[in-house]
């Protein structure tokens, strides 16, 4: 009896699939790992513009340039730095995202302002949780509600993400712009930090040059996890012109545009108010103030600081919680899908206590823009294994099986990608330590390789997983499916990469009077079929 109930429970519980639409649900595949048909490919050009933009309007980027002021470069040399940053970031990310454009598969296969503008006595709560907790009631307030409000989106499935980044780009874009128009009109112009100069300290051990490409790899390092799972969004696209139009644009335009906006209302709020407030809510806080708690002050810091919250929900749905359901659906696919894996990630967080991060953010900020020494090894390999290995070329039905295929390498793993990795990390490693540590004494060399982690990295990776895939070949490198068993390709896809549709309801290959299933030979989530000249 109790088996039959928990047979019944896990038959419940386990995904179903159309089959009639390829949706297979196994041990390896479910609708959303499957290769995105074309009807589930909806995102355009506005939309990856949207979904960047996201990326883009937020607080982190809004304070980069005091990031590159406060170590003694010029406003020109912090701008100098953010453009690059931003147009490599744009470059790496169309790059690793081509596998999703053509083949359609993915990478796995803040806030307590807006509260206290309306309430103003919500920020001075009194703190009623321990001071071995590194927070406030006021803070731990913010997140619960911050992760409240966010919680319904996660039932929206990624392909139809199109209106919430129109709705949310452009409100939080029109806010930062109203701020800077604000700030310049009281102030009339702009204050001394936008005129700021070189000053690097002479105790600096790091001249121009140094301080500028460490810049570019810290910033490459704070993106550097949405470069790496790229495919999981960009095989949402209508075709590989909508992303590259959408994407650039919005990575390297909106990118730099938010950190001279940001960079600007600092500095003409420094004429006003006599201090610099790189810090978006901290300054909203002080124009609330300094407008005596009036309700026209309220209503302007609410509008302003919503647009920071919500585009602060939606990198983190996006970035966090879809991304981390995807990775979940790959490892459990007969039972969770996006949506189940995204709401597992969000009740995850709990178990994580982000808010023991806010009052430790030195650090943390330090190691989170560090990514770049472990994630761009990968990004190297996986760039070498897609373009020069397998010269763009994925066998789809050999990934959705470990039997007659060679993707399943040895026992499920590649062993040849862990020593590429390893020595692609290891020569900066010790640069982050001591980074992290605050060390000052240490080897100039440790400081100097950190600086390009993300370039030695990429590079390091990516040579070194070659050679040994050259030493150590595997078979059907560069392979592919010569007919479309999953519908994931319209007509003129299928003709550009040689592959044959076929129709389930009509079949009909030139020169082929009749296909057949193999019931006896089923592989994976396909179907083998006969037709008159071979074996599909």
């Known amino acids: 009896m109790a088996s039959l109930r928990l047979r019944t429970v896990k038959e419940k519980v386990q995904l179903k699939g159309n089959e009639a639409e390829h949706e297979q649900t196994d041990s390896w595949s479910n609708r959303d790992l499957i290769p995105l048909p074309p009807s589930r490919r909806t995102w355009g050009a506005f939309h990856y513009f949207g979904y960047w933009a996201i990326s883009s309007l937020n607080v982190s980027n809004w304070q980069t340039p005091n990031t590159f002021l406060t170590v ?12 690059v940053s931003r147009a490599l970031i744009a470059l790496f990310s169309t790059i690793i995202a081509w596998c999703g454009l053509q083949w359609h598969i993915g990478f796995t296969i803040q806030n307590s302002v807006c509260v206290t503008a309306i309430w103003p006595s ?3 709560i009194e703190n009623t949780l321990p001071s071995s907790m590194p927070t406030t009631t006021y803070q731990f307030v913010g997140f619960i509600l911050f992760w409240t409000f966010s919680l319904p989106f996660l039932f929206i499935r990624p392909e139809k993400f199109k209106l ?3 709705v949310v780009s452009i409100y939080c874009g029109v806010g930062m712009i109203c701020m800077m128009i604000w700030s310049l009109s009281v102030a009339k112009g702009v204050g001394p930090v936008f005129s700021q100069g070189q000053d690097i300290p002479s105790e600096s051990r790091w001249n121009s040059s140094w301080l500028i490409m460490s810049g570019i ?11 790496t799972n790229g495919s999981d969004f960009s095989r949402y696209a209508k075709s590989p012109r909508h992303y590259i139009v959408g994407s650039i644009s919005s990575v390297w335009i909106v990118g730099t545009l938010v950190s001279f906006v940001g960079l600007v209302t600092t500095s003409a709020c420094q004429r006003i108010y ?6 978006p809510p901290d300054l909203l806080m ?12 309220r209503a302007g810091v609410f509008f302003l600081s919503a647009g920071f919250a919500l585009t602060a929900m939606f990198e983190n ?3 966090n919680a879809v991304a981390g359901g995807i990775d979940l659906a790959g490892l459990f696919p007969r039972y969770i899908d996006i949506r ?3 709401l597992i990630t969000f009740i995850a967080c709990w178990v994580v206590q982000p808010w023991q991060l806010i009052n430790r953010a030195a650090t943390f900020i330090t190691v989170l823009s560090s990514f770049s020494v472990f994630l761009a090894p990968l990004i190297g390999m996986m760039a070498c294994d897609f373009y020069v290995l397998r010269r763009q070329r994925i066998q789809l039905s050999n990934l959705y099986r470990t039997h007659d295929t060679a993707y399943w390498y040895w026992h499920g793993v590649n062993w040849r990608a862990i020593p590429a990795w390893l020595c692609g990390w290891a020569p900066t490693v010790g640069g982050l330590i001591v980074t992290v540590q605050e060390s000052n004494d240490a080897p100039r060399a440790l400081f100097q390789l950190y600086y390009m982690a993300f370039f030695i990295g990429f590079f390091t990776s990516g040579l070194i997983f070659y050679i040994t895939m050259r030493l150590f070949p595997v078979p059907s490198l560069g392979d592919y499916d010569e007919v479309d068993y999953f519908g994931a390709f319209t007509a003129q896809e299928a003709a550009k990469l040689g592959v044959v549709q076929l129709d389930a309801s009509d079949v009909r290959l030139e020169g082929v009077e009749r296909i057949e299933p193999l019931q006896a030979q089923e592989k994976g989530p396909k179907t083998e079929y006969i037709v008159a000249d071979g074996a599909y």
């Open 340 to 342: 189940r894996g995204a």
């Open 286 to 297: 002080v124009m609330m103030d300094s407008g005596n708690g009036s309700s026209k002050a």
């Open 217 to 227: 790899n810290q910033t490459l390092g704070g993106i550097a996890a949405g470069i």
């Open 274 to 279: 006599g201090e610099v407030y790189w810090n």
């Open 317 to 319: 749905i996006c970035g």
């Open 72 to 83: 003694g470069l010029s406003v020109g040399q912090s701008m100098g730095v953010i453009i």
């Open 122 to 124: 919500f920020a001075t």
């Open 164 to 166: 919430p980044f129109q």
